[in-house]
């Protein structure tokens, strides 16, 4: 059984920084593709950035400049380095990975950022 374990979200500051974390474990190999989302309340789930198993990465208009996403391959585990965090980039973030033809979702992790 495969699980994707977020953490890193919290509280913080307009201005401040969170790096989030999602660590794949159990039956998952050759991942090709990692990536997070993120939903705000009343809002569709968004892409905020993602990155092939090469290494090519790709954000949000809105995140761009501010958010860098990278991976560890060894231990399957995605990153996601928030900086110059703004009010509107409160929402729950999830963390998504694709593996050999099938879809994972992680549980999500809140981030709060007040102005």
């Known amino acids: 059984q495969v699980q994707l374990v977020e953490s890193g979200g919290g509280l913080v500051q307009a201005g401040g920084s969170l790096r989030l974390s999602c660590a794949a474990s159990g039956s998952i190999f050759n991942i090709n593709y990692m990536a997070w989302y993120r939903q705000a309340p009343g809002k569709q789930r968004e892409l905020v950035a993602s990155?092939?198993?090469?290494?090519?990465?790709n954000y949000a208009d809105s995140v761009k400049g501010r958010f860098t996403i990278s991976r560890d391959n060894a231990k399957n585990t995605v990153y996601l380095q928030m900086n110059s965090l703004k009010p509107e980039d409160t929402a729950v973030y999830y963390c998504k990975v694709v593996a050999q033809g099938r879809l994972y979702w992680g549980q999500g992790t809140q981030v709060t950022v007040s102005s």
């Open positions: 990155i092939t198993n090469g290494g090519i990465t």
